[in-house]
């Protein structure tokens, strides 16, 4: 079978992670799979893009992410609308009998059309961007009404819908309910690979330079996003080190803060830096590094953007925990990375972690669930520090085995495949009069697209002359 995924930057975040994971279990049952994307860096993706293990095209990198800071999502729409037209002008849209898109919808109306009659599309819904989009204003809360729409009215061109976890379910359903009327989102459980663990040669020499003989730290791995809550991890062992000094002096603790880190995006930059004000407020002493790693700072705290995958997982398989600190997260993979090298996991008890993370209070414990305030997660990492090696050998083998039976590549390339034959055996999903209308806008869309590079070429080359 001939899959294609359309997925708008191909980076390292745990959305990236899972359309890479799930194209390569697919790619694994003899399945042909290719992903289209409107931006990849090839020195800052997952190494099965970087490796060429999987297939990927870039159409429309040219296009911006962000005008003067704003307007995200409608240069978003614009890329993906762009990157399908593409698709469609090269004949690459009648190659494939399945295209799985994620994160955004708005394509679904003009691929329905486009693609071949017998191909199907489904869409994999990470969390809906209605529940994401800042509204602080009265003006932006106007600006982002029609995209509101947009996105519940497109969804349903979709011939099947699947989402990440049951707490994304319930707000799914909460959030747009005309498509419930027509059908029920499936849950579809994001993968780690559980065979790759080993870490390359040069990394593991990398590593024990930096660390020397003190690998004693809490880990933290995020994208630089406020709503990723990674304050939580700093005040907490800010509070750590002041109750515990004589602890910290012996053992020289450390908090590592790694992740996804694009100096493109605005919010990466400036939160990278409210951090690490944040640290020093709290007396901590904190480095930021990027590139190769030097010899083992005397910092408390340690900034690490953007860092590989074999230092990544490096860094998980020899934490004291993970601190997962998003308190309102849909899914969230990096638990499962955690639990993949047996690392404890401590996290909010709320949203997507409380169905891969098993608490201490449970049978057969993977980690700590604690609700989003310093007093407990303290209580938490105070725990962990002293476990006893049998205790810690117990959590560690229990969360090998959570992830192997419910989160690998193999049981999530068996969901998809299962999804996908179920939708090849169903009838293309029903057009509504109101999707004409958005086909209408979307079309109005490429001829601006097309309008729009010609107009500000003319202005920019008028401009050139009159300096002239």
């Known amino acids: ?60 990198d040219f296009l911006p992410t962000q005008i003067a800071g704003r307007f995200s999502i409608l240069c978003a729409i614009i890329r993906q609308a762009w990157l399908i037209l593409r698709l469609a002008l090269s004949g690459k849209i009648k190659e494939h009998d399945v295209f799985i898109v994620d994160q955004l919808s708005f394509c679904l109306p003009i691929l329905h059309y486009l693609k071949r009659s017998d191909a199907r599309i489904l869409f994999y819904c990470h969390f809906p961007d209605l529940k994401l989009a800042s509204r602080d204003t009265t003006l932006r809360s106007i600006y982002r009404k029609p995209f509101d ?16 976890s049951n707490f994304t379910k319930g707000i799914f359903k ?21 065979e790759a663990s080993s870490i390359d040669d040069t990394t593991e020499e990398e590593m024990k330079e930096f660390f020397h003989s003190n690998e004693r730290f809490f880990l933290s791995v995020n994208r630089f996003e406020r709503a990723k809550n990674i304050s939580l991890a700093i005040r907490v062992f800010a509070k750590l080190k002041k109750e515990n000094l004589q602890f910290f002096k012996e053992n020289r603790l450390k908090l590592i803060v790694a992740g996804g880190y694009d100096s493109r995006v605005r919010e990466n930059v400036e939160h990278l830096i409210e951090l690490e004000d944040l640290a020093r407020s709290l007396g ?57 090298f047996g690392t404890p996991v401590i996290a909010v008890n709320h949203g997507g972690p409380t169905e891969t993370v098993v608490d201490d209070a449970q049978p057969e414990p993977t980690g700590y669930l604690r609700s989003n305030e310093v007093d407990p997660w303290y209580q938490a990492c105070s725990q962990v520090v002293r476990l006893s090696d049998e205790e810690r050998q117990k959590l560690s083998a229990n969360s090998k085995k ?60 008028k401009r050139m002359r009159g300096d002239n």
């Open 1 to 60: 079978m001939n899959i294609a995924f359309v997925h708008p930057d191909l980076g390292i975040g745990g959305a990236e992670r899972l359309v890479v994971d799930a194209a390569c279990s697919l790619q694994k049952i003899e399945n042909q799979v290719i992903i289209y994307t409107s931006h990849c860096d090839k020195t800052h993706c997952f190494e099965e893009i970087k490796n060429d293990e999987i297939e990927s095209m870039v159409f429309g």
């Open 149 to 164: 729409l947009l996105e519940q009215y497109t969804t349903i061109c979709a011939d099947r819908v699947v989402v990440n």
């Open 174 to 194: 909460e959030t747009f309910p005309i498509i419930s009327k027509y059908y029920e989102p499936t849950v579809l459980y994001p993968c780690v690979d559980t």
């Open 284 to 340: 901590l002493k904190v480095i930021s590094i990027r590139g190769r790693l030097f010899s083992y700072p005397a910092s408390d705290v340690i900034f690490l953007p953007s860092v590989s995958s074999d230092i990544k997982d490096y860094l998980i398989s020899k934490a004291e925990a993970l601190l997962y600190t998003p308190g309102f997260e849909h899914f969230g993979i990096v638990p499962l990375e955690a639990m993949k």
């Open 402 to 461: 959570r992830v192997e039976t419910y989160f690998s590549r193999e049981a999530m390339g068996k969901a998809f495949s299962d999804n996908i034959d179920q939708m090849l055996t169903e009838p293309t999903s029903d057009r509504f009069s109101y999707e004409k209308l958005i086909d209408i806008f979307f079309v109005l869309g490429l001829v601006l697209l097309n309008v729009i590079p010609i107009v500000v070429a003319g202005y920019t080359f």
